[in-house]
């Protein structure tokens, strides 16, 4: 069975604060990762699709790093704002295999 | 407009029951799919389609029945509906599976199924 760990489960943060969370994965036949914002009643919506290993992605504030060889990705929140409040997914593809499987995501919740 | 979308958003039927949901994508992508996010609150695939053509089954029992009339639509029959079936069911698309597992997906909002 393909685990797709992410650690913490849930997070609190100050608003202002800098943070990040972790996306453990088995590092071979690695294909893509995906990482998602999901927030409370809506759809899950994509943030990054990396695939190299050392790949960095950015987005506004948002940023994350790919391992590959050691199997993970952070996700890096700059000055965490209450919007950013939503949990977190990561998603991981293997070759030859053509689904995703999503990690239980870490909830995020950015206190004003 | 809405990139991909379901119907109903809430369904709440009894056990035995059979019902649909359906899903509409007007991306233009090939590839659909389903997600069931379980009590643990995975999502987890169901099926897949693309351009019609069934890609990933995943062991779902057979009470589940994935129909794609068209590209843009996958619907998702249940028959038989049982307790355990009550969960949030999630369509989303991508722009070609057979492309590999870059492409990013669009989820749907969402179905919230409750069967008593």
Request: charged share 20%; aromatic share 12%; glycine share 6%.
């Amino acid at each position: 069975i393909l685990n797709v760990e992410q650690s913490p489960q849930s997070l609190h943060v100050q608003e202002g604060d800098s943070t990040n969370f972790t996306c453990s994965f088995p590092s071979s036949n690695f294909y893509a990762l995906h990482w998602y914002r999901w927030e409370t009643a809506k759809s899950p919506e994509a943030l990054f699709v990396m695939t190299l290993n050392g790949d960095e992605k950015k987005k506004g504030r948002i940023s994350a790093t790919l391992n590959t060889k050691e199997g993970y990705s952070y996700l890096y929140i700059k000055g965490s704002q209450p919007e950013d409040s939503a949990t977190y997914l990561c998603a991981l593809s293997q070759g030859g295999s053509e689904k995703l499987v999503f990690g239980k995501g870490t909830k995020l919740t950015v206190n004003p | 407009d809405t990139a991909v979308s379901q119907t109903p958003k809430y369904l709440v039927t009894q056990m035995g029951n059979d019902k649909s949901i359906k899903c509409e994508q007007n991306l233009g992508h090939d590839t659909m799919y389903w997600y069931k996010q379980d009590s643990k609150k995975f999502l987890k695939i169901m099926f897949s389609y693309n351009n019609k053509e069934l890609i990933i089954n995943e062991t779902v029992p057979n009470r589940f029945s994935p129909k794609s009339p068209d590209k843009a639509h996958l619907n998702l029959h249940i028959n038989s509906l049982e307790l355990g079936d009550s969960a949030v069911y999630f369509c989303a698309s991508s722009q070609d599976l057979r492309q590999g597992y870059q492409e990013t997906q669009y989820f749907g909002p969402g179905t919230r199924l409750l069967v008593l």
